[in-house]
């Protein structure tokens, strides 16, 4: 039986900032996460094509922003003159798409922690696994908690073990495919992160006894928290930051 490390990180995560109640992947959601009293949390990362690391989730730009067509194909010069606050509410027309570098800089200066989703734009997962780790090793050097690094695509992790095999890595998962907990031991992953339904005492004892960790994304509802508190997951990825108190977590 191997025991897992001393885990450095928060039960609760803010999902993208502060869930749906400010537009996702913003300083804005980030900032009114922290109000409410979170300490750690989910962002998604993905290239600009002039090699910029900024937040965004979709592959496109349609549904977050007023931009249009694949955002990893546009420079940063043109992301950053988006709008990707108005689609949530007139409160936050104007928010700006903001670099995973000042995300890193707000959380680091504020004692937060990190989840950082790679997210590439298909064809890009090593590239974008690489330039990810590189900056998140450059950013949190000689911080005492680096970021958690986790994507749905292996070879996103293979580019983050080569470029930063320092920074601790999960592996997402929406099914337990044939082979799941050996494809995590392969990318030397310390964590795995699953849909919460999949997750069962069974499963949970095959991570922990493998020495990973098991969170789950995205726990919306009270009964699937207690759930997941019973079965001692590790991690618990929220949009709910104004119903779950992560105090004491």
Request: glycine residues 8%; negative net charge.
């Amino acid at each position: 039986m191997t025991t897992p490390s001393a885990w450095p990180y928060p039960r609760w995560i803010a999902h993208r900032g502060a869930g749906k109640l400010a537009p996702e992947n913003t300083l804005a959601a980030f900032r009114l996460g922290a109000q409410h009293g979170y300490r750690m949390f989910e962002c998604d990362a993905k290239l600009s094509s002039d090699g910029v690391a900024f937040l965004l989730h979709d592959a496109t730009l349609e549904r977050t922003t007023n931009g249009h067509g694949t955002a990893g194909d546009q420079p940063w010069g043109t992301l950053a003159q988006l709008d990707a606050g108005a689609w949530h509410s007139r409160t936050y027309a104007g928010e700006p798409l903001p670099t995973l570098e000042h995300l890193a800089r707000w959380c680091i200066a504020n004692g937060h922690f990190l989840n950082i989703e790679i997210k590439p734009t298909p064809g890009t997962e090593a590239e974008t696994g690489r330039a990810v780790a590189a900056l998140a090793a450059r950013l949190w050097h000689g911080q005492s908690v680096p970021p958690l690094l986790t994507s749905f695509k292996p070879q996103a992790l293979a580019g983050a073990r080569e470029t930063a095999p320092h920074l601790p890595r999960g592996l997402l998962l929406d099914q337990l495919h044939d082979g799941w907990l050996d494809t995590a031991r392969q990318w030397g992953c310390v964590a795995v992160v699953c849909n919460h339904a999949l997750w069962s005492a069974a499963t949970v004892a095959e991570v922990h006894l493998a020495g990973m960790r098991a969170l789950s994304y995205t726990v919306n509802d009270d009964w699937a928290a207690q759930r997941l508190l019973a079965l001692h997951t590790d991690g618990i990825i929220t949009d709910r930051v104004d119903l779950f108190s992560p105090a004491g977590a």
